[in-house]
């Protein structure tokens, strides 16, 4: 079957960085994203992977081994409002997506 | 602003009545998804339109139905509601034609069976 793992909950502090792990078993590879949600609202999108290597935008950037079946994406300089759950995505051979649960990011102070 | 109005945000319904979710856009995407999300669970897509007057099943279609009249709404339909319906529905699209085809999403509706 196919499964995107990645941790349920991190907490980190305001300031610092932190690295959300995603791992993957898929049929096929086709591209890799990270989306943010913050809670009630809707999932926006973050980053796109579909080579290996580390692609930055800003604080955020985003890591891909296509051998391993890894990505993470790295936050740099916390802010308050990155606390927000963070969604890898995977598409497949067939051009589906398949998403992860989640990881739950909290900020403090 | 541009992008995709979904409604009602919220909504309380007993079990066996028929509901229609609203989903328009605004963006002139050509693909529409419809996706459930559970706490503990990935997004999983119900169905999905690649272009208007076409629609495809899901990895959870079951007691769900779309249409696709044009290229701007994508409504959901639920025609008999059941408790493990419970959930919030996302509308999202994309631009198929681009690379890394994103997809954007609508707000959500918070939907509760009972």
């Known amino acids: 079957g196919q499964n995107i793992d990645q941790p349920t909950e991190m907490t980190a502090t305001e300031g610092a960085i932190v690295q959300i792990n995603c791992t993957y078993q898929?049929?096929?590879?086709?591209?890799l994203f990270w989306y943010q949600q913050h809670a009630g609202e809707a999932p926006t999108f973050l980053s796109y992977n579909v080579l290996d290597g580390l692609e930055e935008k800003g604080r955020f950037s985003s890591f891909l081994s296509r051998s391993k079946g890894y990505s993470y994406l790295l936050l740099k300089e916390l802010q308050m409002k990155d606390s927000a759950s963070y969604l890898c995505a995977v598409r497949d051979s067939n051009y589906q997506l398949i998403w992860g649960a989640g990881t739950k990011l909290i900020i403090k102070p | 602003t541009a992008g995709i109005t979904q409604a009602p945000t919220s909504q309380i319904l007993a079990a066996g009545r028929s509901m229609t979710l609203r989903c328009t856009q605004d963006?002139?995407?050509?693909?529409m998804y419809w996706y459930r999300q559970d706490l503990g669970l990935g997004l999983r897509l119900i169905h999905y339109?690649?272009?208007?007057?076409?629609?495809g099943k899901g990895e959870v279609p079951d007691g769900y139905s779309v249409s696709r009249a044009n290229t701007d709404d994508f409504p959901l339909t639920l025609a008999s509601a059941v408790p493990s319906q419970t959930s919030v529905y996302f509308c999202?699209?994309?631009?198929?034609?681009?690379?890394?085809?994103?997809?954007?999403f609508g707000a959500g509706s918070r939907l509760t069976v009972l």
């Open positions: 339109s690649n272009t208007a007057g076409t629609t």
């Open positions: 999202a699209s994309s631009d198929s034609g681009s690379g890394a085809n994103v997809l954007t």
């Open positions: 963006m002139r995407h050509n693909a």
């Open positions: 898929t049929s096929g590879f086709n591209g």
